[in-house]
C-alpha cells in the first residue's frame, strides 16, 4: 500500500514564502508525475497547481508560475513547492498528488495514483 503525506501548511502574511513537502512510502517501482492541486472553497473544484514529470519537466497554473517552484527528490521519494509572493487568493486546501508504476510486463507499465490528505494553506494578515 503506497502512502502520501503532505506537511507544511499554515498561516503566512500577504507577500510572505512557504515550502510544502510531500512523501510517499510504500511499494512502488517508480514514482511518475507528482503535482500539488488546491481547493480554494467547499465545493470547489480541486484545481492543478504544478506538476513535475519524471524527466523533471514542469507545468505551472498561470497565477502561480512567476511564483511557486515545484522540485522533487526521488532519492527520498518527495516533491516539495515553494510558494514566494503569496497572496489571500493562494488560501486553500493543498493537495499532493502521485502517480507511480506498480509494476511491468515487457514493455507495459501498470500505474496506480493516490492523494495526500491535505494540508491548510492560509495567506491573511
Known amino acids: 500500500q503506497v502512502q502520501v503525506v503532505e506537511s507544511g501548511g499554515g498561516l503566512v502574511q500577504p507577500g510572505g514564502s512557504l515550502t510544502l513537502s510531500c512523501a510517499a512510502s510504500?511499494?512502488?517501482?517508480?514514482?511518475?508525475?507528482m503535482a500539488w492541486y488546491r481547493q480554494q472553497a467547499p465545493g470547489k473544484q480541486r484545481e492543478l497547481v504544478a506538476?513535475?514529470?519524471?524527466?523533471?519537466?514542469?507545468d505551472y497554473d498561470y497565477f502561480v508560475k512567476d511564483r511557486f517552484t515545484i522540485s522533487r527528490d526521488d532519492a527520498k521519494k518527495s516533491v516539495s513547492m515553494q510558494m514566494t509572493k503569496m497572496t489571500p487568493e493562494d488560501t486553500a486546501v493543498y493537495y499532493c498528488?502521485?502517480?507511480?508504476?506498480?509494476?511491468?510486463?515487457?514493455?507495459?507499465?501498470?500505474?496506480?495514483?493516490?492523494w495526500g490528505q491535505g494540508t491548510q494553506v492560509t495567506v491573511s494578515s
Open positions: 498528488y502521485v502517480e507511480y508504476t506498480t509494476g511491468t510486463k515487457g514493455w507495459t507499465r501498470y500505474k496506480a495514483d493516490r
Open positions: 510504500g511499494t512502488f517501482v517508480e514514482l511518475n508525475d
Open positions: 506538476r513535475i514529470r519524471r524527466d523533471g519537466t514542469t
